[in-house]
């Protein structure tokens, strides 16, 4: 990846799921330039070390935002089952007693961007990810071009200081035994 980018032929380098510790080991050997962590609403372990360590870098963030949109209240219950390749058969978010717990959560962010912004929850939980820092890209997943749909709604508008706060406590008040993307980041000895 170094020589690539020595050479022009490559314009920028990324890594997914690092550690801090990961991107100064990477960065020995070649320049960083993005992160791809998990970062979202439900998902904010790297406030503490990676969107700092980013930040003081000038390393831009691509969130990977997709939990929200994954509990979509319209499609969703506790009944709901995942297949194939689908990453909700093993994210904990998604297995009892969680799974009721995040779709509580949902509901009541999903009826608080409709009364406060007309919105739904999935373009709220995008619009979180931009106004959490300048150099945050929400990364939007779609298998088909209809889930693409709810993208312009989250442009010509922001979530406050007070509208954050309103989300906290929905969050704290509904998900009594929060869990993070864990299962999906490499070991460090691994990922260096």
Same mark, same amino acid.
């Given at each position: 990846?170094?020589?690539? %980018?020595?050479?022009?032929?490559?314009?920028?380098?990324?890594?997914?799921?690092?550690? &801090?510790?990961?991107?100064?080991?990477?960065?020995?050997?070649?320049?960083?330039?993005?992160?791809? &962590?998990? %970062?979202?609403?439900?998902?904010?372990?790297?406030?503490?070390?990676?969107?700092? %360590?980013?930040?003081?870098?000038?390393?831009?963030?691509?969130?990977?935002?997709?939990?929200?949109?994954?509990?979509?209240?319209?499609?969703m219950s506790t009944?709901?089952?995942?297949?194939?390749?689908?990453?909700?058969?093993?994210? &904990?978010?998604?297995?009892? &007693?969680?799974?009721?717990?995040?779709?509580?959560?949902?509901?009541?962010?999903?009826?608080?961007?409709?009364?406060? %912004?007309?919105?739904?929850?999935?373009?709220?939980?995008?619009?979180?990810?931009?106004?959490?820092?300048?150099?945050?890209?929400?990364?939007?997943?779609?298998?088909?071009?209809?889930?693409?749909?709810?993208?312009?709604?989250?442009?010509?508008?922001?979530?406050?200081?007070?509208?954050?706060?309103?989300?906290?406590?929905?969050?704290?008040?509904t998900i009594k035994?929060?869990?993070?993307p864990e299962f999906?980041?490499?070991?460090?000895?691994?990922?260096?």
């Amino acid at each position: 990846m170094g020589e690539l %980018y020595g050479a022009g032929k490559i314009r920028a380098i990324g890594v997914s799921n690092f550690s &801090p510790v990961q991107m100064k080991e990477f960065g020995k050997v070649a320049p960083l330039h993005a992160a791809q &962590p998990p %970062y979202n609403l439900f998902e904010r372990a790297i406030e503490q070390d990676v969107l700092p %360590y980013c930040r003081a870098r000038d390393i831009a963030v691509l969130a990977m935002a997709r939990c929200a949109g994954d509990f979509c209240p319209a499609a969703m219950s506790t009944s709901s089952r995942f297949t194939g390749d689908d990453l909700r058969k093993s994210d &904990p978010k998604f297995l009892r &007693p969680r799974f009721e717990q995040y779709l509580a959560a949902v509901e009541r962010l999903d009826q608080f961007a409709q009364e406060r %912004y007309g919105k739904r929850v999935i373009q709220l939980a995008v619009r979180w990810v931009l106004d959490r820092g300048e150099m945050n890209i929400a990364l939007w997943g779609a298998r088909r071009a209809d889930q693409l749909s709810p993208i312009a709604d989250v442009v010509g508008w922001h979530i406050d200081g007070t509208a954050m706060a309103e989300i906290d406590l929905i969050l704290r008040e509904t998900i009594k035994d929060p869990i993070g993307p864990e299962f999906m980041a490499p070991p460090d000895h691994l990922a260096a």
